[in-house]
């Protein structure tokens, strides 16, 4: 069963901005301050709800707090999508069809 509270953790751009960061690679809350605007207080709340929610791992180096994506959470909303791709899919093709109808018009 999917935790409900990820919709509503990853609602908030800043939080998404941050895991695209991390997809990218390792941050410091450092490195995550300098690319966005917000303070170290503001980047540190939201690495702890995204920690708290298992989206990011903490490793410690010596003083230095380093963060990585941890997308196995994400699973559960690809998994929850997939029966409503096959509806996309299908509106896709539709419109795909009238495209093709109207240039050979």
């Not at 450092?30 to 708290?52: A, T, Y």
């Not at 997939?82 to 240039?103: M, V």
């Amino acid at each position: 069963m999917m935790n409900d509270n990820l919709f509503e953790i990853l609602a908030e751009p800043n939080r998404r901005t941050i895991l695209d960061y991390l997809r990218v690679k390792e941050c410091t809350v450092g490195e995550i301050v300098d690319l966005m605007p917000l303070s170290q207080p503001g980047v540190s709340k939201h690495l702890r709800i995204l920690r708290e929610a298992g989206l990011v791992s903490l490793r410690k180096e010596a003083q230095t707090h380093v963060y990585s994506l941890n997308a196995r959470p994400l699973e559960e909303i690809h998994d929850w999508l997939e029966p409503y791709r096959k509806f996309w899919s299908n509106k896709l093709d539709d419109l795909e069809r009238i495209l093709d109808q109207d240039e050979s018009s």
